[in-house]
């Protein structure tokens, strides 16, 4: 999509869904200049990570957890050389994640966004070559007539100065659903399920993969496999919320 089409777009989506009138959250009327279209009290609400977390895959550590890496990440080999994440998956989020992907609420992609551009300013991350949406499966991107995270990383793209390739990973096979899965389950699952279409994009560069939860790391670690065999340099994570360590 060109600028000249995307700021249309974009102006247009404003027109319809008015930004920072109304709180995302609970639907009160807030002042213009609260940030993330929330209010004072539903921000409260949210537990943003910003304190201690694991080196790994950037989930919070507890206050008095001493390891530097959480414990899952101690237990399993992750792919990815860091990954960073936004806000604790809660119930509140979950329902703000739901209304997003499956009620077609397209327009609180701007406001996550923001959210994830700001941690990337606070983590200072520099030097990304390609932002890349975790891929959908076709049937299941026809299904939901879009890809959550490709949205995402349009933002994030467009605001980074960052360039974006939704088409050179792809997803081979439609996958379970991994909610409902162990994390044994949800590896297994994953296995040989994404792939590069030109490996040359990614010989020797600094990917960023972006998806919208994190839970195992799963679906990230397969991604980021296919991205190391390809040749890429290194491969970091950004998620709009995790579950917490355990």
Sequence with gaps: MGRALWEL?????????????????????????ERYSLCPLCKEQITFVHERTCQ????????????????????????????YT???????????????????????????????IDKLKEKEVEE??????????KKRRQAREFNQSE???KYISREMGWPMDSK???????TQTQNQLSKEERKANMKNV?????EDKIKAKKILLIDDIYTTGSTLDSCSKVLLRAGAKEVYTLTFAAGRSI
């Design 168 to 174: 050179n990973l792809i997803r081979m096979k439609d």
């Design 194 to 198: 994404f792939q590069i279409v030109q």
């Design 128 to 137: 990304i070559h390609w932002v890349l949406p975790v891929p959908l499966h």
């Design 86 to 116: 936004c806000v604790i998956y809660d119930e509140e989020i979950k329902r703000l994640i739901y209304r997003f992907k499956y009620g077609k609420q397209r327009y609180l992609a701007y406001h996550l966004a923001e959210i994830m």
């Design 151 to 153: 949205i995402l990383a």
């Design 56 to 83: 790994q895959c950037g989930k919070p550590l507890e206050e008095l957890y001493l390891p530097s890496e959480c414990p899952d990440c101690i237990l399993s080999n992750h792919s990815f050389t860091q990954g």
């Design 9 to 33: 777009r974009e102006a247009l989506l404003d027109f319809v869904y008015p930004r920072n009138i109304f709180c995302i959250l609970c639907g009160e009327g807030i002042e213009k200049t």
